[in-house]
């Protein structure tokens, strides 16, 4: 069988940037959309060209910069938004609408004080004003996790027919489960008149800390682009991490599902945006967390130094690490210690090191972590001892 490619769809701008505290301008958005292209990215979605004057500014000249990817500005349901997106999308080389409307039952009768049948017809409404400007038209049915099938289903074909290209299907408080997201995308897959004249696309935030598996669900059963964000910002508990979903794609080939992305970017690409937004990254988080190839447990330093795949699943290189790192803690033994005397320029006999490791737990247990200055003072130390 061959191998499917994977769009990815970068909302770091957007969504992204509706954390609190990480407003950027127009310049260090700029920066970033850059990098997005060159990362490898296929849309770029620059923002919300109606929310702010500054944002429609942000938008256009993004437009004008981006050179390889598509660039995307978000709409509502209504001709005004459209209007201020096709203006501030007008310099892309491969401009994107991405507008849409909510379909649970909670948004139709809470937020917009209406009915299913009205929602459908403002849904199709939206999408033919939009083809007006652009071909590329990315329909959303927010709280489509939420959304009954049957009903999503009715919804989708009546964006296909007035022309949608992509179908957003957003996961937007983060409720489903996985198998629960994969089955509402087969069922969409094999229920919507027309689907195979649009993408399916997966658009999940991670209040319950699902919202990478729950993308990975999607592309399993038919989706055929992920929405992310860079570091998994955005609102909320945020949204699906653009690095976990390239990483799970790129590290199980049985999926037969590829993406563009050049992956020695990711950990570059996320300090740049960490610096930029002033979120720092969590130590822990997966693949560019500062602790992702680190190893205090003398047990796994012990077999990282003789095979780092016995607890690596993937070489630090690939993601822009320099190398795995052993850090010396109580809990480290002998061979992560001699490891990093080697590492400093010291060679010590197994005699010496039983000798040095005795000192070496007096200081671990003083301190979080043992350091290379902690290290020569322990040899200077241990040598006048023995003389």
Known sequence: MKSEKIEIFDTTLRDGEQVPGCKLNTEQKLIIAEKLDELGVDVIEAGFPISSPGDFHSVSEISKLVKNAKVCGLTRANQKDIDAAAEALRFAKRPRIHTGIGTSDSHIRFKFNS??????????????????FVED?????EDAGRTDNDYLARVCEAAIKAGATVL??????GYCLPEEYGNKIKYLKENVNGIDRAILSCHCHNDLGMATANSISGVINGARQI???????GERAGNTALEEVVMILRQHPDLQLYTDV???????????????????????KAIVGANAFAHSSGIHQDGIIKNRETYEIIDPAEVGVNASTI???ARSGRSALAYRFKHIGFEVTKNELDFLYEEFLRVADRKKEVDNNDLSAIIEKVTRKIG
């Open 115 to 132: 009915n299913r049948e009205d929602i459908i017809e403002r849904a199709s409404q939206a999408v033919k004003y939009a083809k007006n």
């Open 137 to 141: 038209v990315e329909f959303y049915a």
């Open 168 to 173: 957003n299907i957003p996961d937007t408080t």
């Open 227 to 233: 929405e992310c964000t860079i570091n998994g910002l």
């Open 262 to 284: 050049k992956s020695r970017m990711l950990n570059p690409m996320s300090f740049l945006v960490s610096e930029l937004m002033g979120m720092p990254v969590q130590p822990n």
């Open 327 to 329: 850090v010396l803690t």
